[in-house]
C-alpha cells in the first residue's frame, strides 16, 4: 500500500464480517483534539493517533484493560472500545497509560468485499502472531518490528527507504 496514509500503517482490525470491516491504525500520530482546551480535560496530555480517514472527528480507543466494562476483547489481551467513564477513571487512577492504550481519531473502513480484493491483490502484509505487545512499543518503530517477527523475507522489506529513490 502506497498511499501516504496507509503506507507502513498498522491497521488492527477490530470488527470483520461480511457487510464489511473496520480497523484502527496504529502507528501514525494525530493532533490532540483536547489539547487546545482552555478547560482541563483528562485526555489533554496524551498522544493520538490517526486510526484513519473515516469519521476523524470520533474517538476510539485500544487497550489492554480487560476489566473496563463494554470493551471487546480482540486477541491476546488487547481490547477495544468500552465505556467512556470507566476509561477517564483509569486513566485517573493510571490504569490507562501510554504504554498499554492508544487513543485515536477517526478509523479505517472498508465495504463488503472490499478487505478481501485488497488481500487477494497483496495490498496489504497480513502479521498473524502474537499481539499482546504492540500497545508497550514506540509507534515509530511498530511497523518495523512487526514485519521482522513474520521471517526472513519480511525482515528484509522492513529495511527498505520508504523512498527506494533515495537509496
Known amino acids: 500500500m502506497q498511499e501516504p496514509l496507509f ?15 473496520f480497523g484502527l491504525i496504529l502507528n501514525k500520530p494525530a493532533a490532540n483534539p483536547f489539547e487546545e482546551d ?5 485526555l ?4 493520538f493517533f ?31 472500545q468500552g465505556n467512556y467513564e470507566a476509561l477517564l477513571e483509569a486513566i485517573d487512577e493510571n490504569a490507562f497509560r501510554k504504554d498499554n492504550g492508544r487513543l485515536l481519531v ?9 478487505l478481501e480484493e ?22 515509530d518503530h511498530l511497523w518495523k ?3 521482522q ?3 526472513p523475507y519480511y525482515k528484509m522489506v522492513s529495511n527498505f527507504p520508504t523512498d527506494p529513490n533515495l537509496n
Not at 473515516?54 to 477495544?80: A, Q, R
Request: hydrophobic share 35%; with cysteine; aromatic share 10%.
Open 106 to 114: 477517526g478509523y479505517t473502513g472498508w465495504a463488503e468485499g472490499q
Open 50 to 80: 490517526g486510526g484513519g480517514p473515516v469519521e476523524t472527528n470520533n474517538m476510539f480507543f485500544v487497550h489492554n484493560l480487560t476489566y473496563l466494562p463494554d470493551s471487546v476483547l480482540l486477541k491476546d489481551g488487547i481490547c477495544w
Open 118 to 139: 485488497e488481500l487477494e491483490r497483496e495490498d496489504w502484509m497480513v502479521y498473524n502472531g502474537p499481539i499482546d505487545d504492540i500497545l508497550t512499543q514506540d509507534s
Open 7 to 21: 503506507g507502513r500503517s498498522v491497521v488492527l482490525i477490530c470488527h470483520h464480517d461480511v457487510d464489511g470491516s
Open 149 to 151: 517477527k513474520m521471517g
Open 38 to 42: 482552555e478547560k482541563e480535560h483528562p
Open 145 to 147: 518490528n512487526l514485519l
Open 44 to 47: 489533554q496530555n496524551f498522544p
